[in-house]
């Protein structure tokens, strides 16, 4: 969840990473600065990307998880709709027959055929 927004940080701190070059500020009495702030900024972006890569496995895993329940969720709600539908068509052919029991002789001669 937060992979998106930390991959954002990430660019962020690499872009001043690069702006605090040497060779981009020739200043000597900022030297000694610049060059402990690029040592921070590099660890930062390695701190932040270790993290992305510890939580983007579990995000995969969650989304993957997420997609499996939809599917279930689904396929029960074709299935119920799939059982009141026949359960509906029954009862219109007992209807259609005159009760249950024209209904289940009309069925038994089907199969017999």
Request: proline content about 2%.
């Amino acid at each position: 969840m937060h992979t998106l927004a930390l991959l954002v940080v990430t660019a962020a701190l690499c872009h001043l990473y690069r702006y605090y070059n040497n060779e981009n500020h020739p200043n000597i009495i900022l030297h000694k600065l610049h060059k402990r702030l690029r040592v921070c900024l590099g660890m930062a972006i390695i701190g932040t990307l270790v993290s992305v890569s510890y939580t983007i496995p579990a995000e995969m895993g969650r989304m993957v998880r997420s997609v499996q329940a939809n599917q279930v969720a689904l396929a029960a709600k074709r299935q119920e709709a799939r059982q009141a539908s026949e359960i509906k068509h029954v009862r219109q052919m007992i209807d259609v027959f005159g009760g249950a029991d024209n209904y289940l002789a009309y069925l038994q001669r089907q199969t017999s055929q």
